[in-house]
């Protein structure tokens, strides 16, 4: 086993999940690589500090060119504002550290495909942090279309939808200002995401994005409530996907189904730990959806428990990201999704965007 020295910038809501993850991953899968927390950034010395009390690290700063300059830091988490992502992760790499940046990967299309360039001419690991896909359902889920299990996909819906602003009246808020923490900055990359996942490439879009609640008390609203995207697949499927944080009762509704021709699959991330399945065979009267409850037999699930139907969770995720991260660092093989997958959420993204202002069909591969 060799210690890496693990430095995350931003100590939030995923700073800590990623420290928890570091923390935990050397004994979920006894990997070759154990993690150190060696230091914590955040804005200020004063939470910088707590941070580093709360979660276990060496050191702390409010510098984050300090953290990825120090030699004792041999790869970095940034798990700060989108804005901060490209310069972090080009000095990163400029330092040839690996770098594991939270989605989106950069502000903009321009950005990220900058952060794309850096990535690949460094010849480090390079990943984006997409964590839903690795639930152990989603896995089996790839494997059976993969497979070929349901046939040819004729046809993929996904929604990322939830509701933390369905209220007309909840304050204005750093949520509420600038498209890169709007729905298609933060929840549709999880939905493309996974889209790109299951089905491939996208080949193009035609989208709808709009800004239902146009002022709330506090302040004028400058981005998006909700998009509808219809699109085609590069391998002729097609799909609609659906994102939305007004969706008045969905809480986590990272949700999709998949037709094919000898059957289907659907899922909810509010129900993580089942994937339904239908297959078109035996007698007609008994056919129909069946609830499947992951366990051991299903993608990285026994390393957390041995009990079919018991359950892994969001924090469960992170780790098994964080598993793969350190693999792609001893390996020095690339682990999907690198920033190149990244960028492809984002070109997604971009065309949508375009769409909803020309109100037409927009080709992926023109942006």
């Excluded at 580093?52 to 030699?71: C, E, H, I």
Aim: contains cysteine.
């Amino acid at each position: 086993m060799t210690k890496v020295g693990i430095g995350i910038i931003g100590g939030g809501y995923m700073g800590k999940a990623h420290a928890v993850a570091m923390s935990s991953v050397g004994a979920v899968f006894n990997t070759g690589l154990r993690p150190h927390l060696e230091m914590v950034c955040a804005s200020r010395d004063a939470s910088a500090e707590r941070y580093r009390k709360a979660f276990g690290f060496s050191r702390a700063t409010s510098d984050w060119q300090k953290l990825v300059a120090d030699p004792k830091v041999q790869a970095v988490v940034i798990a700060s504002p989108q804005e901060t992502h490209r310069e972090i992760a080009e000095a990163a790499f400029a330092a040839g550290k690996p770098v594991l940046c939270e989605k989106p990967l950069g502000a903009s299309l321009e950005e990220s495909a900058a952060m794309v360039a850096a990535a690949e001419a460094s010849g480090v690991a390079n990943m984006v942090g997409f964590n839903y896909i690795r639930t152990p359902a989603s896995q089996f889920a790839r494997q059976l279309v993969a497979a070929g299990e349901i046939g040819n996909i004729t046809w993929f819906r996904g929604e990322h939808t939830e509701d933390f602003y369905a209220d007309p009246n909840a304050p204005a808020s750093w949520r509420t200002t600038g498209m890169a923490n709007g729905t298609m900055g933060d929840l549709a990359p999880h939905m493309i995401n996974a889209a790109l996942a299951l089905m491939g490439p996208i080949a193009k879009v035609m989208g709808t994005v709009e800004t239902v609640h146009k002022s709330r008390p506090g302040g004028e609203v400058t981005n998006d409530d909700h998009a509808q995207v219809m699109c085609r697949f590069e391998n002729g499927a097609m799909g609609h996907l659906f994102f939305s944080r007004i969706a008045t009762g969905r809480k986590m509704g990272y949700a999709y189904e998949i037709t094919g021709t000898k059957g289907a699959i659907r899922f909810d991330q509010e129900d993580q730990n089942a994937l339904w399945l239908y297959r078109m065979d035996g007698p007609q009267a008994e056919r129909g959806f069946r609830k499947i409850l992951t366990g051991p037999a299903h993608p990285n699930y026994e390393p957390f428990c041995q009990g079919p139907g018991h359950g892994t969770g969001y924090q469960d995720q992170i780790i098994i990201e964080a598993r793969d991260f350190l693999r792609a660092i001893e390996t020095g093989k690339p682990v999907w999704p690198t920033f190149r997958d990244g960028h492809e959420v984002n070109r997604v993204v971009a065309a949508t965007l375009a769409s909803s202002k020309d109100e037409t069909w927009k080709d992926i591969s023109r942006f």
